[in-house]
């Protein structure tokens, strides 16, 4: 099955698509929903979307806390923690 292409016409994105739009979409192939269907098809899907975009954020936001930058000028002069301390370490 091909997707096809449905160019919209001045959509902000906070308007919904109007009862005529989703009724030639999903109408397309033949199907006949009542113009009631279509709307909780189409509510539907937003709130699909809405959540889908909360996931999304959300995930989004823990990789950004996740990430350990590797470039971080600091200066390493401090002493260093010998890993073998004690009586019979070699001497340089």
Wanted: proline fraction near 4%.
């Amino acid at each position: 099955m091909k997707a096809k292409i449905h160019p919209l016409k001045n959509q902000t994105e906070t308007d919904r698509l109007d009862l005529a739009t989703c009724k030639e979409i999903l109408n397309a192939n033949g199907n006949n929903y009542t113009d009631e269907e279509i709307l909780r098809i189409r509510d539907y899907l937003y709130q699909l979307a809405e959540i889908q975009c909360r996931h999304f954020k959300q995930w989004q936001a823990e990789e950004s806390d996740n990430v350990i930058p590797i470039n971080r000028n600091t200066d390493e002069t401090e002493e260093s923690i010998p890993l073998y301390p004690g009586e019979y370490r070699r001497a340089g």
